[in-house]
Structures are given as structure tokens and as C-alpha cells.
């Protein structure tokens, strides 16, 4: 009997999976590609001395593809070339650290990437009013840093610490985050957060309507299915909301590139500010 019944299930997941595609995946994809562009090693990279910048990803997937280890990127700044490069990576908790050695060799501007394979990925498990996590912090301590002529080169400021930083909401199961579907790999915290902000545009804002009026649009869309819907009906199959927030999600990145190209090259400089005496 148990076999009848999943067969029966098997059948209708065959029938219903180029269904659930075509009214969802246009989605899907928008929200990766989002999440793909705020992944990509190197956007907004750590100092490590004034020669270098680096990089971690300790999730275990990144731009859509499922990988074996966490990830170290790293670069060096102002065109400078190093033949030899070697440091630490050390992730810690209060009862264990995980620690890698990595030698790299003609580090340039060109980014240099390496697996961190002692080091889990930051899996976060929570249990009752508890978070656990493999790790609370990662350190890169620069140990060798020689020129492109293979002399030893003075450094300073060689230790940077990174704290992770988690959505508890997708561990606790109240979002999605990396999900995979249709022999892909998508993450979906974009369409939360368009859901969120859904939520926000239904309710309106308490200083704008009526108390009651608002009290009643609160307890109605606190709802968080009768928001889906709301949302869902927008987005299925072609996603058009969701097509206008990235629009607007580009060009705010473009900006933001934009302000960085120029703050790097000191073409901004702080306003001038006049002080009463």
C-alpha cells in the first residue's frame, strides 16, 4: 500500500514541477541574480596591512553553485606584486578552532582564490531559545608577505577579524534563503525581502490613516499568507514587481560603484561645514 502511495506521489510531484516552474522561476532567477551580485568575493573586501585586501565565503553555496569548502580571496592593493604570501585563517568558538595555512604566490591585482578546507561552513542550528554555530569569528593573520624580487617586506597591522553575520529568520524557518529546484541552485532572500516590504506598502503608514482604520490593515496583512497571495499574484510567471525592484536595485548599485570609483581616487571630498562661535 505505503508503495502505491508513493508512486501516486511521485507521479503528481512529475506532473506539477513544470507547473510550479513556469509560475515561478522568472522569481527564482531575478532573486539569485541579486543575491549573486551582493555574494561575489571581492565587492567589499577586508584590509589586511596596506598591501592587501581579502575576502571570505563560508557558505556552502556560492554564485549558484554548491561547493565543497568555504572560500578565501585575496588581492593586492596599489598594483603592487608579491611573489610569495603566506597567513593564517582561523575560525573560533569558545570550545574549538578550525585553522588553515595558505601560501600564495604572485599575488597581484589579479584576485587569487583558495579553498579553506578545515574550516565547516557557518551552519547555524537553533534549539529552543539557543543559536549554535561552528564558529563566532574568523582571524587572517599575515605571516610572509615577500616582493616580487622575493625580499622579506615589513608589514604592519597584520591581524583582521571578521564576525559573520547570520539571517536567523532563514535557520528558524520563517524564510527562505539557498533552496534547490529544478536541478538549479537559487537563493530567495530577495523575494523575502520584497515580501517584507509588501507587507509594509499593504499596512501603510499609522500616521497617514485612521487609528482603527489602521489597527484593522495591521491585524489583516499580519497575516503573512494573505501577503503572499498579494504578492505572488503579481509576480507569477513574469515577475513584474519584482523585474521594477531590481531595476531600481541596479541602479542604486551602479551609484554606489560609482561613489566608490571616486572616493578611491579622492575625487570626493567631505563638505565644508561652518562652526558658530
Given at each position: 500500500m505505503d508503495l502505491h502511495i508513493g508512486g501516486a506521489l511521485?507521479?503528481?510531484?512529475?506532473?506539477?514541477?513544470?507547473?510550479e516552474k513556469l509560475l515561478f522561476f522568472r522569481a527564482y532567477w531575478i532573486s539569485s541574480l541579486v543575491h549573486s551580485h551582493r555574494q561575489v568575493l571581492g565587492r567589499f573586501p577586508h584590509k589586511l596591512t596596506e598591501h592587501l585586501e581579502y575576502d571570505i565565503e563560508w557558505g556552502k553555496y556560492y554564485l549558484g553553485d554548491k561547493i565543497n569548502s568555504p572560500l578565501f580571496w585575496?588581492?593586492?592593493?596599489?598594483?603592487e606584486e608579491f611573489s610569495k604570501v603566506v597567513l593564517s585563517v582561523t575560525a573560533s568558538s569558545v570550545k574549538v578552532r578550525y585553522q588553515d595555512v595558505l601560501s600564495f604566490y604572485k599575488v597581484g591585482s589579479t584576485p587569487t582564490q583558495a579553498a579553506l578546507p578545515s574550516v565547516p561552513f557557518r551552519n547555524v542550528r537553533?534549539?529552543?531559545?539557543?543559536v549554535y554555530t561552528p564558529y563566532n569569528s574568523i582571524q587572517t593573520r599575515l605571516i610572509e608577505l615577500h616582493d616580487k624580487d622575493g625580499k622579506p617586506v615589513d608589514f604592519y597591522g597584520s591581524v583582521s577579524t571578521v564576525t559573520p553575520f547570520d539571517r536567523l529568520e532563514v535557520a528558524m524557518g520563517l524564510e527562505k534563503g539557498d533552496v534547490e529546484k529544478w536541478g538549479e541552485v537559487f537563493n530567495l532572500q530577495f523575494i523575502e525581502g520584497e515580501?517584507?516590504?509588501?507587507?509594509i506598502r499593504l499596512v501603510g503608514s499609522r500616521f497617514t490613516s485612521l487609528k482603527p482604520v489602521y489597527a484593522l490593515r495591521a491585524w489583516i496583512f499580519g497575516y503573512d499568507?494573505?501577503?503572499k497571495?498579494?504578492?505572488w499574484r503579481k509576480n507569477l510567471i513574469y515577475a513584474t514587481q519584482l523585474e521594477k525592484s531590481f531595476e531600481k536595485f541596479w541602479?542604486?548599485?551602479l551609484e554606489l560603484d560609482e561613489f566608490r570609483k571616486e572616493q578611491a581616487k579622492g575625487e570626493i571630498t567631505p563638505p565644508v561645514v561652518d562652526v558658530i562661535q
Open positions: 511521485s507521479v503528481i510531484r512529475a506532473i506539477l514541477s513544470p507547473i585575496i588581492r593586492a592593493l596599489k598594483d537553533i534549539e529552543g531559545n539557543r515580501i517584507r516590504e509588501e507587507r499568507w494573505i501577503v497571495i498579494n504578492f541602479q542604486q548599485q
